[in-house]
């Protein structure tokens, strides 16, 4: 299950998770388990062994796992899609930064002082930056780079005040003020939002600023060599359109002579001292650079296979899916919430026992002497760790119309069925007789089942979404979070296989009636509960609510929404799918990482201006944030 954070750490799509204390049967005692259990067992266990190395796009291992799915769909009997490359539908995500040849930072003062730093030695570019061939830029001090104001805890800190830093290069200094003070407002040595490296480089954007230059805070190079921070030290992801180069103290100070100014030491020493901004412009200095961050596509694919149907019904579709990818070996930027961790990332119950109930539902479905009346379409998903890539894809690039696509299923994390038999349904609500059907079907099943209605409730941050936004009914099982969640400990001898059997009876059960339906269910939007709404990407440090659908595709120059959540402030105020937020309040906004950092500078009930993209025109629209769900 995609992680809430926009692009692994942030993430579109929050969703309520349904805590549960993930009781499956103890490793030391034998289990017997039916003929469907051993299924589900070979599956989770291919797919989540060390072997496919966390399943990563991009990796041997989730080609591995794609190869086993698809000759298992051949093997039932399905056949391949229509217009897809055998069982594949391919598509591309972003790949790994990689830094180009030849990086150049050099800078000319007055009376022909000029400097040329060297790679590795005096500079290197960071991977969450951009690509930028820069001349002749002028250069502002912004100490630590930040911008804070926190009425809680009445911060109010800002080093671009009074400073025109338009089409500049701001140098700044890493983390926060005054980390000896354990009583400073900036949390002493305790990292906060405002000391990250996200926060520095959109918040010079925000400004205006044209390139960025940080050098190591003091503390930090204490007793260590004084060298640039490595290219991929804050992630590969790219965070803003602006280049990002991280250089050395010895280069700083050279260049802070150069433009006759006090050694970063002591202006250090200055911010500290009184916990004020020091900030200036470096006269008479002029800024070249040209950096090459090159980000490559990699491409990975969604896995479908077919069952057709038969009589009047044939032609319309309803699809079974789940999906496939996870972390890899985890890391920055990937979702993992083992900090800094590299070990293998199984995802054994996020998401092999998905993608393992996908696999065991086209065997039962496939293996029945009576034909179906409507095609089924069965399908693995990557991409979904990335923002639901894969299923936003299918979505749109359909194999099979979705006018005729008369409901989604969607399995994912369906591995920890704890003793009280608590299963989760989502989506019971997008269509009339979903929740009846549900709760009668689960209940004499002996599940105790919790419905959750719709987006507006809090929808599982899950492929089937990539669906509901195309106005087609879903239905989402779930078997709730747990501590192993996006951790290298969810593997396989946690499962509850036991478990997995009864959801995949049920599972099949349920299915068999949407199938069979001679009328196709109409799509419904919950009606939000008062005071209620799903939270929107990354908000843990933001209070209010927007509920936007932002995509992940960042060929656009702005934030592009594939929709916005019903009830919202979003949606009240106009946006609609395919808009681009270009500014939010007074600040421009080029990635989803500056759109996410400006969310953290409002409060509930303040009124903003939203200006957008929407054809070729800009719109401006007013909105008024909503408290988050939950704060």
């Known amino acids: 299950m995609m992680t809430s954070d926009p692009r692994r750490l942030l993430r579109p799509l929050g969703f309520i998770l349904v805590m549960s204390a993930a009781s499956v049967a103890a490793e030391n005692s034998p289990v017997v388990l039916n003929a469907s259990g051993n299924r589900l067992k070979a599956d989770v266990s291919y797919l989540a062994d060390d072997a496919r190395d966390g399943r990563g796009p991009g990796t041997a291992g989730i080609e591995a796992a794609a190869d086993y799915i698809a000759t298992t769909f051949k093997e039932i009997g399905l056949k391949p899609a229509a217009g897809a490359e055998g069982f594949f539908q391919q598509f591309q995500l972003p790949g790994p930064a990689k830094l180009g040849d030849n990086p150049t930072l050099s800078v000319a003062g007055s009376k022909d002082r000029n400097l040329k730093a060297e790679p590795k030695s005096d500079f290197t570019p960071l991977a969450i930056g951009s690509s930028g061939d820069l001349k002749d830029l002028p250069v502002v001090f912004v100490g630590y780079g930040i911008t804070a104001k926190d009425d809680e805890t009445k911060l109010d800190y800002d080093d671009y005040a009074g400073l025109d830093v338009k089409g500049k290069a701001v140098l700044l200094i ?329 959801i995949a009876d049920l599972g099949e059960i349920l299915l068999l009636d949407l199938i069979r339906r001679p009328e196709r269910p109409s799509f419904t939007k919950p009606v939000p509960k008062e005071g209620k709404a799903s939270a929107d990407p990354g908000r843990a440090a933001v209070s209010v609510y927007f509920g936007s659908i932002p995509s992940y595709d960042d060929s656009d120059k702005g934030v592009k929404l594939t929709g916005v959540r019903d009830g919202s402030p979003a949606e009240k105020a106009g946006l609609k799918a395919n808009d681009v937020i270009i500014k939010f309040g007074d600040k421009t906004i080029g990635t989803i990482y500056e759109y996410t950092e400006q969310l953290g500078n409002y409060k509930p009930g303040d009124v903003v201006d939203v200006v957008v993209k929407r054809g070729d025109a800009e719109v401006t629209l007013k909105v008024t944030l909503a408290p988050r769900p939950g704060g």
Do not use: W
């Open 174 to 502: 890493r983390k926060t003020p005054q980390q000896a003070n354990k009583d400073s407002k900036f949390s002493g040595r305790n990292l906060n939002r405002f000391g990250a490296f996200r926060h520095k480089i959109t918040n010079a954007f925000s400004h205006g600023a044209a390139a960025v230059l940080i050098v190591n805070d003091a503390a930090t190079v204490k007793g260590q060599k004084d060298v640039p921070l490595g290219f991929t030290i804050a992630g590969n992801e790219q965070n803003s359109k602006l280049p990002f180069v991280s250089i050395s103290r010895a280069f700083a100070d050279s260049l802070l002579d150069v433009a006759g100014a006090a050694k970063l030491a002591e202006l250090e020493a200055e911010i500290d001292t009184d916990g004020k901004p020091h900030s200036k412009d470096l006269e008479g200095l002029k800024l070249s650079t040209t950096v090459e961050v090159k980000r490559e596509q990699q491409t990975t694919k969604n896995v479908i296979g077919v069952l057709e149907g038969s009589g009047p019904l044939a032609d319309e579709t309803i699809v079974i899916g789940g999906h496939y990818d996870h972390l890899g070996r985890g890391g920055l930027m990937s979702g993992s919430l083992a900090f800094l961790s590299r070990d293998i990332h199984n995802g054994a119950d996020d998401n092999a026992s998905g993608t393992s109930m996908v696999l065991e539902m086209a065997r039962r479905l496939a293996r029945r002497t009576d034909p179906l009346p409507r095609r089924v379409v069965f399908m693995a998903f990557s991409g979904e760790e990335r923002g639901l890539l894969g299923s936003q894809h299918y979505c749109d690039n359909p194999l099979y119309s979705l006018d005729k696509t008369v409901m989604m299923f969607n399995f994912d994390m369906v591995g920890r069925l704890n003793d009280e038999g608590e299963l989760t349904i989502f989506g019971t609500g997008s269509s009339p007789t979903f929740g009846a059907l549900a709760e009668a079907l689960g209940t004499s099943a002996g599940f105790k089942i919790k419905q959750v209605a719709g987006i507006s409730d809090g929808i599982g941050g899950s492929d089937h979404q990539s669906f509901y936004q195309k106005n087609i009914p879903v239905l989402f099982a779930f078997t709730g979070t747990h501590k192993d969640y996006h951790r290298p400990s969810d593997d396989t001898h946690l499962i509850n296989f036991v478990g997995m059997s009864r």
